[in-house]
């Protein structure tokens, strides 16, 4: 089998991009298949626990309080109405449950209800996982000793470029949480975002970075911009699809046993372009219509592909009803009409369903 590496050079992912793209895929997803069944993709619903006025200036995050992105601010939810999220994901076939509040770092009050939730969606059967931004000292074991799983904590982009979209917090605060993830026991889910005005020097740079950590993150979430009204990126020039699966291929290369997650911006992905992605090695994906404020395919689409796909084709020769699911989400949002925000509608338009942020 293929050994894991943690030297690649800037040159030879360089030189990984500069394939053709037919050459690119085959090499991609023949080393997917050393590692992983090329049929299975691992799915997961995001939830944001707390919403919106984070201190933190990241110019793609309509939660950013810098931003004016009608995008109306929440406490932190009750522990009931999460739970109650948490059921209706499992019923319409997620099997980890992920948790998003939009902070700078989680406050010592708070961490008894962070905890609580991490435990009782544990109950459920499903795997665990939260981001929290920046973690202070004690906090990862506090995580941990919870039973959390994976912890989200995402690089976003090259170290040169990273001044460019966030400026609160440095790319060494960030390899710092890192550490006490890793240190604590956790695994960990970090990736980044493309299409953001970065050059391709700052693709490569990300994923040498990631690439470079020992281990590497179990879960590698990549996210094409989704661009917010009134964030500082609304305007940025599109990402052309293909760009976006190259940077799976080469993702999949250097991270082989990595979990690479398509995240936001899948739903401007026909599927055609989605089959693509999971051929170069994409193997997770969320699951539902939101990505805590950015919209994502619907379920019942991601059944439907899975079905044409023959992907998950244990779980998906007798898939979750759509009525199923579709009681299941009625059931949590009677629980809390307020549940879901969505930043990328206007502001004269209905609200639509559910909350988040990037992973």
Request: aromatic share 6%; charged share 25%; with cysteine.
């Given at each position: ?34 590692f992983f069944d090329p049929n299975e993709v ?241 193997n997770s994906i969320f699951y539902g219509d ?70």
């Amino acid at each position: 089998m293929t050994s894991i590496r943690h030297d690649w050079t800037h040159q030879q992912i360089a030189d990984l991009f500069a394939l053709p793209f037919n050459e690119l895929l085959f090499r991609a997803h023949s080393l997917h298949r050393e590692f992983f069944d090329p049929n299975e993709v691992q799915v997961s619903t995001l939830m944001s626990i707390k919403t919106g006025a984070c201190p933190e200036d990241c110019k793609y995050c309509p939660q950013s309080g810098h931003y004016n992105t009608g995008l109306e601010k929440e406490k932190l939810l009750e522990i009931n109405k999460v739970i109650n999220q948490a059921k209706a994901a499992k019923q319409a076939g997620a099997g980890r449950f992920c948790m998003g509040a939009a902070w700078r770092s989680p406050t010592a009050k708070d961490m008894p209800a962070v905890t609580e939730m991490i435990r009782q969606v544990k109950d459920l059967g499903l795997e665990t996982c939260m981001t929290l931004g920046m973690l202070k000292e004690g906090q990862a074991e506090e995580l941990a000793a919870a039973g959390l799983d994976y912890y989200n904590h995402n690089l976003d982009t090259s170290e040169e470029f990273y001044n460019e979209i966030i400026t609160t917090r440095t790319y060494g605060d960030r390899l710092d949480t890192l550490d006490k993830v890793r240190k604590a026991g956790m695994k960990v889910c970090c990736g980044g975002i493309i299409g953001m005005g970065e050059e391709a020097k700052d693709r490569i740079g990300l994923l040498q970075q990631l690439a470079s950590l020992q281990p590497h993150p179990e879960s590698v979430p990549l996210n094409m911009l989704v661009k917010v009204p009134g964030t500082p990126l609304e305007n940025v020039e599109d990402l052309e699809p293909l760009e976006f699966i190259r940077m799976i291929a080469v993702a999949r290369i250097v991270m082989p046993a990595s979990r690479v997650r398509l995240s936001a911006g899948r739903e401007n992905l026909d599927a055609a372009q989605q089959a693509m992605a999971f051929f170069a090695g994409a193997n997770s994906i969320f699951y539902g219509d939101k990505l805590l404020t950015t919209s994502n395919p619907e379920a019942g689409e991601d059944q439907q592909l899975f079905a044409r796909l023959g992907i998950n084709s244990q779980q998906t020769s007798t898939p979750v009803g759509e009525d199923v699911h579709q009681a299941a989400l009625q059931e949590a949002l009677e629980a809390n009409n307020s549940l879901y925000q969505d930043a990328t509608r206007k502001q004269d338009e209905p609200v639509t369903k559910p909350c988040g942020l990037v992973v």
